[in-house]
């Protein structure tokens, strides 16, 4: 029987604090900004566990959630309510960023024997940010990064080949000659080697600036269908997805664009994994 996939999710609340000892004050100031600020500042971390196995005859499961809850509580004892520069073992020569604690509690899970099956860990620093890690990527020393922007705007479904009949039974209530609008979320995936001076896979400065100029700027409170990327073709979420890859894909500054996600409406959402130049 092929694996299943087990995806446990916990929360834990530390501190923190981007400091590079290596680096003045002006440099870290200018490279981490507020979270330099000394002492530090606390997130309430999410940490999924994705475990995979093949299921057991007897139990009908691939490991026992009762137990896997009780393996992570043990192990955050060690980052639960600590500040994670002065109070852990773990962070003194390296930034505990969001890809530097999920790898650090990869090395930690992966220790214990229940962990045998560990496949993948996401922690999220909040909700548009979180770092995943894998063996494969362990093993290579890199992670990737996700970042969610948001931006609203109006769109029309409508394709100029077909009558207003095709159109209508294609498109349905997002045809219609009047525009309708989304609250749409941009999930911005960027993979590689974690930067050893900043903890970083990519610099996340300058991705906002990148994705602020390049994406939000363009289509925040607009419509869709006055861009000349949809001038004659329905500006649907994969198409969406597709154009904001090419529009990023040789910008980003460190790392690789690994996906992108677009998020219409809490039930639609899209990914497109591009080629790269
Ligand atoms: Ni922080």
């Not at 959630?65 to 962070?91: M, S």
């Not at 363009?218 to 990327?229: G, H, I, K, S, V």
């Not at 090419?246 to 959402?269: A, C, F, M, W, Y």
Request: glycine share 8%; hydrophobic share 40%.
């Amino acid at each position: 029987m092929s694996d299943v996939r087990v995806t446990k999710r916990i929360e834990f609340s530390s501190s923190h604090r981007y400091h590079n000892p290596a680096w003045g004050q002006a440099r870290n100031i200018a490279a981490f900004g507020a979270c330099n600020l000394s002492p530090g500042h606390g997130h309430n971390y999410l940490l999924e566990v994705t475990i995979a196995g093949a299921v057991s005859q007897d139990t009908g499961m691939v490991v026992n959630l009762f137990d896997l809850k009780q393996v992570l509580l043990d192990v955050l004892v060690g980052f639960d309510h600590k500040h994670l520069n002065l109070d852990t073992p773990y962070f003194s020569s390296r930034i505990p960023t969001t890809e530097n604690i999920a790898t650090v509690l990869w090395s930690v899970l992966v220790a214990r024997p229940e962990m045998a099956g560990l496949k993948k860990i996401r922690l999220y620093e909040e909700d548009d940010l979180y770092a995943e890690v894998t063996a494969q990527r362990i093993a290579g020393g890199t992670a990737v990064i996700t970042r969610r922007y948001h931006f609203s705007a109006a769109h029309r479904l409508h394709a100029d080949h077909l009558d207003a009949l095709d159109n209508q039974r294609l498109y349905g209530r997002c045809h219609g000659s009047s525009l309708h609008g989304h609250n749409y979320t941009v999930a911005v995936t960027v993979g590689g080697p974690i930067h050893p001076e900043t903890g970083m896979v990519t610099d996340l400065t300058v991705l906002d600036r990148l994705v602020r100029e390049t994406v939000l700027a363009r289509f925040d409170a607009r419509t869709l269908n006055d861009d000349p990327a949809f001038a004659r073709i329905a500006p649907t979420g994969e198409r969406l997805s597709k154009f904001i890859w090419d529009l990023l894909v040789k910008q980003i500054g460190e790392g690789q664009l690994e996906r992108i996600g677009i998020i219409e409406t809490p039930e639609s959402s899209f990914e497109y994994v591009g080629g790269r130049p």
